[in-house]
């Protein structure tokens, strides 16, 4: 059963994640220590039974053509809570930790990254060639837009809603949390890390293809510039 009136919304992307949403709601349900969210799942139409199991499981539906990032986009606008989190499907990353990121919202920042790179932090999904990537792709944002940051292409946030016009958000797929980074930094947010610890993706396949994804995060780190 939805909260009428949330805090806090959790948005889920999803695409064909039939084996895994259950799980993923539930655990949030186990873990999170708080009782005022909602939670959004973000539908590509799966052809799987994901948003059958989503509904069943309580949570509100959104649909939209293929993308990560309009997805998020939309769950983001849907979202009536005053923070939103963003997380994935696939139990990949702990729920317990949303406890944290809320613990930084409530004193003071406007948004808070998951980092699987700092201290307390790390992954046993990320395969050598997209951890190499994306510390390139950390260096070279940290240089343009003179940010701190220690990772980036890696979904799990909280932020506060309002937050979200200066965002300005425009990714389609798998740029948005690039996106989101840079132009927290370029909006002067206060920004925190905290660790994170990514989990293998329990089962289904993967949607990100690391080469045509790594252009489109490259191109999304270019773009920004003129924004
Ligand atoms: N709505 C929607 N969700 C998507 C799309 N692509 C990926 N997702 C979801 O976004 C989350 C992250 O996608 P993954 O495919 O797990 O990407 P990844 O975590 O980089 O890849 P793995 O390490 O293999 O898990 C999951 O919850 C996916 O179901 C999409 O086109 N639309
Ligand atoms: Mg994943």
Do not use: W
């Not at 999904?125 to 950390?138: A, C, L, P, Y």
């Not at 990714?171 to 996106?179: A, H, L, R, V, Y």
């Not at 947010?189 to 610890?197: G, Q, V």
């Amino acid at each position: 059963m939805q909260n009428r009136n949330p805090r806090i919304s959790i948005v889920i992307p999803t695409l064909n994640e039939e084996k895994n949403i259950r799980k993923t709601i539930t655990a949030i349900k186990k873990r999170v220590t708080f009782k005022d969210y909602e939670i959004i799942v973000s539908d590509s139409y799966s052809s799987d039974r994901t948003i059958e199991y989503a509904k069943a499981a309580g949570a509100k539906i959104i649909r939209s053509k293929h993308g990560k990032g309009l997805a998020l986009r939309l769950g983001f606008a849907a979202s009536k809570g005053k923070i939103i989190v963003s997380i994935d499907a696939d139990m990949s990353n702990r729920p317990e930790e949303i406890n944290l990121m809320m613990s930084a919202i409530d004193i003071g920042y406007d948004i808070c990254m998951g980092s699987r790179f700092i201290a307390g932090g790390g992954s046993e999904d990320i395969s050598q060639i997209r951890r190499m990537g994306n510390k390139f792709f950390v260096f070279l944002v940290n240089l343009l837009y003179n940010a701190n940051y220690t990772d980036l292409c890696y979904g799990y946030r909280a932020f506060r809603k309002d937050v979200l016009k200066k965002l300005n958000l425009k990714s389609e797929g798998f740029g948005i949390e690039t996106e989101i980074s840079i132009m927290a930094k370029k909006s002067n947010l206060n920004i925190i890390e905290i660790p994170s610890f990514e989990k293998i993706r329990i089962s289904g396949e993967s949607n990100l293809k690391t080469f045509r994804d790594g252009y489109i995060i490259l191109k999304t780190i270019i773009d920004c510039i003129s924004r």
